[in-house]
């Protein structure tokens, strides 16, 4: 930073850079342990291996497959977004209601804390008991873990809005929804917006984790059958493509909260 508060010229690049270097490094070590043999390759397949696999399962090489790898993906995604979304349209509106008021916040916060710690992973097997084996038990367990960052992040947006708008509010004789859209809203907006980023985090999680338990096709299927066949190289490419979606939908994700956020830093 310069004596301004800006980032110094060439700061998010030399940032890049370092970025690149630790990947780099990371890469390194891996191919050197996987073909040094310090770590069998039945656990731990060369990078070359997994990148074999990759181009195989994505229907990128000559003698592909039938590119599993991409419905996988296609259905991970899906539980994941469809999953994330309902969370946040909930998250918003659950936390609206008890953000607004003083009253509700009192009464309902300690059992939000109470519900928030348990791992939605935990509530698997009730959500098997009453969905059963289907698409909506992976749906329906996302959504209520991803929910939580949401909600919390809006109740605590609204809950700090200035007490001095409240009063421009009242003289402009502004009705409570109209207060509630005009001013709590876009004062919860930043801490909205963070929490639907951790939300997205923890959509991918628990998706990944409802595919093995509940046998649903996805990326968390792959690896699972990957894992007990002894295949590494097929589980390490569905690792990698994981933490590739997880990469860009929260690359995606930041830049629009940038974009949405502009008029905090005209």
Do not use: Y
Not at 119 to 139: K, M, Q, W, Y
Not at 226 to 247: N, V
């Amino acid at each position: 930073m310069n004596g301004n508060g800006h980032p110094r010229p060439g700061a998010d690049g030399l940032g890049a850079l370092g970025a690149l270097a630790v990947l780099g490094a990371l890469v390194a070590l891996w191919w050197g342990a996987s073909n040094a043999g310090w770590v069998s390759r039945v656990f731990l397949p060369t990078p070359q291996a997994v990148f074999a696999s990759l181009l195989e399962g994505l229907d990128l090489s000559r003698d592909a497959g039938n590119g599993e790898l991409i419905a996988f993906t296609q259905a991970t995604v899906g539980h994941m977004l469809q999953g994330w979304l309902l969370a946040s349209l909930f998250g918003v509106l659950l936390g609206t209601a008890i953000g607004v008021s003083p009253v509700a916040r009192a009464w309902v916060q300690p059992t939000l804390e109470f519900i928030r710690p348990l791992p939605a992973s935990a509530l698997l097997p009730l959500a098997l008991s009453i969905f059963g084996l289907n698409r909506g038990t992976v749906l329906s367990v996302v959504a209520f873990g991803a929910m939580w960052p949401v909600l919390l992040a809006t109740v605590h947006g609204l809950a700090t809005l200035e007490p001095r708008l409240s009063e421009v509010a009242r003289c402009l004789q502004m009705s409570r929804g109209a207060q509630v859209w005009k001013m709590g809203l876009p004062n919860a907006m930043p801490d909205i917006l963070a929490g639907m980023r951790l939300a997205l985090t923890v959509a991918l999680i628990v998706a990944v984790v409802g595919e093995m338990i509940a046998a649903q096709s996805g990326l968390g299927q792959a690896i699972l059958l990957a894992a007990r066949a002894f295949r590494a190289s097929d589980l390490f490419a569905g690792i990698a493509l994981l933490g590739g979606i997880g990469f860009v939908s929260n690359a995606l994700l930041a830049g629009a909260e940038k974009r949405w956020l502009r008029w905090q830093h005209p």
